[in-house]
């Protein structure tokens, strides 16, 4: 089983940048399609990104696109996600998570979760 710790969230102004760290450990990371989701507060969960176990294939949330860039680097057992632009309205907890395949990882279905972090944007 793949245990997930996230890393790098914290408060930033409107416009700002942050990169957020999904690290893993257990055995074969890199055979897992790997993804983003956030919640906001009152809200349910929502997906943000996904990348393939290669990294070839990506995917993101209308609401990130053109700010938000996930990469992975298997021999780190890590996965990234970096936001630019940042808005208020991305303020929440930010999960990172793995699955078997791609389309069942952009689907919600995964296996482990990270504890989150939390991202604060201010206006």
């Known amino acids: 089983q793949v245990q997930l710790v996230e890393s790098g969230g914290g408060l930033v102004q409107a416009g700002g940048s942050l990169r957020l760290s999904c690290a893993a450990s257990?055995?074969?990371?890199?055979?897992?399609?790997m993804g983003w989701f956030r919640q906001a507060p009152g809200k349910e969960r929502e997906f943000v990104s996904a990348?393939?176990?290669?990294?070839?294939?990506?995917r993101y949330a209308d609401s990130v696109k053109g700010r938000f860039t996930i990469s992975r680097d298997n021999a780190k057992n890590t996965m990234y996600l970096q936001m630019n632009s940042l808005k208020p309205e991305d303020t929440a907890v930010y999960y990172c998570?793995?699955?078997?395949?791609?389309?069942?990882?952009?689907?919600?279905?995964?296996?482990?979760w990270g504890q989150g972090t939390q991202v604060t944007v201010s206006s």
């Open positions: 990348i393939s176990w290669s990294g070839s294939s990506t």
């Open positions: 257990g055995r074969t990371f890199s055979s897992y399609a």
């Open positions: 998570a793995c699955g078997w395949t791609f389309d069942t990882v952009v689907a919600g279905i995964t296996g482990s």
